[in-house]
């Protein structure tokens, strides 16, 4: 029995120690599989792949809704050294096409709900994929699709060998593209292994815990909890796509005790009508990420005896960068805590050199959870990490205790009449109006100042005015951080992470800005 990290093989230790135990509930499917169900299935996807003639370091790509064949195709083939690639479903054909060329899948598994973009990709032939076996999950495949369960059915259930350790590539998963073509970042079974090392020392992670799945699988903020399940022993409730109603009937119906969501996602959950009808006793705590959450939205869930645990991360990081625990959810409301256990960050100005507490600056992180590299990409690999150090691009404050405030992008801060202006900062302003549901904030060209910042609005009320946004900055932010215009919208643009997609924005709103 090989003691080297192979992370598909800890479902496999998982299953000899706890057989019996539920691994996953699988909701859109109504399947519920026990560890040893979930690795006989898996063992059967990885026979299913190795018969096809795929051998350790060929990339498998996964299109897949969040249910079990999920969990199959990742840690079966992650046993044989497959490397597999998690897509974003909410891409069109033509992104997909340059991730799957140049990740150079030749096995991509998808979801028969994807049928239409994938037909598009099946007819560019070999100049839009290398993909040479599609395997599709549903009962009414495409004609040039291997039905998944058929590759599974003359499979065995037995454990292959293992045939992947340690610094092997694990996953390739591309970044969302919020400023040009996405790359790959590239984690090994070895930074994986870390990352479970440091959520499980620092977050309260618990063998009895119900962990339920809303966001998709393919983003790292869900897939490392669900590898974290694996190794901690937790269960999981996976929700198909993201529904507040059902988030909050299953949260009592399954005695859910955390889970995971986005800032939107949580303001979307206090919408839902008359959501006080539900028990929530067993929640613990959400953890939140991928933005800031408002501090309006954490105030709202601590009213009703929920704490909001931020955490920083990225997919350069495999997820763990700052978590705030239990002891500081209340007192530090609105910091993302401290660094994790295994991972130290660093506050850096433009030079490189340190920045004391409450001055803003480049956060930049060191552990071994960092990615390997980014895929193909040298150049971007040696940018961005610098002497072990992983440079985020992400402006943050660290105060005299060590807790750390994301404040925003490097690339999304606007500089107007010489001052630094953080749109963060002006987006949780906003969002205190009680007409206000969503806000974004961008920078406009200024002939008289450079930049000056423009906010993006989704009313609540539809009485609202630009002038009453505008007249609610007053007195609550520097002059020189106001916006100097509002316009609406019916929705704000993001990335499936829920980062806003500035860049569309942008695209939309140009200026000049307002004087």
Known sequence: MSTDINIGDFLRTRAFLN???EALFDVAAGQRCSFRELNGRANQC???????GLKKGDRVALLANNGHEFAESFFGPAKAGFVLMPLNWRLTAEELSFILKDGGATVLIFDQDFAPVVDELHKMGA???DVVHWIAVGDKPPAYATPYEDLLAAQSTEDPAVAASDD???????????????KGVVHSHETVMWALLTLNNTADVRFSDRYLVMLPLFHVAALTPMIGSVYKGNSMVILRNFDPVKAWSLIEEEKITTTLAVP??????????DFQRFDWSTLRYITSGAAPVPVTTINAYMDLGIEIHQVYGMTETCGPACLIGPDDAVHKIGS?????????IRIIDESGDDLPPGQPGQIIVRGPHNMKEYWNRPDATVETIVDGWLHTGDVAVQDEEGFVTIQDRIKD???????????AEIENVLLQHPAIADAAVIGQDSPRWGESPLAVIVKKDSALTDAEVLDHCNGKLARYKQPKGAVFVDEIPRNPSGKILKRVLREQFPGPAPE
């Open 264 to 273: 939107a996602m949580l303001a979307v959950m206090l919408q839902v009508p």
């Open 46 to 52: 990885c026979h299913g792949l190795t018969s096809l």
């Open 168 to 182: 092997d590539n694990l996953f390739i998963m591309y970044t969302s593209g919020t400023t040009g073509k996405p």
């Open 413 to 423: 801060m606007i500089i107007s009449g010489g001052e630094n202006v953080y749109p």
């Open 19 to 21: 057989p019996k135990k």
């Open 336 to 344: 993302t805590g401290k660094s994790f256990f295994h991972t130290r």
């Open 127 to 129: 100049g839009g994929t």
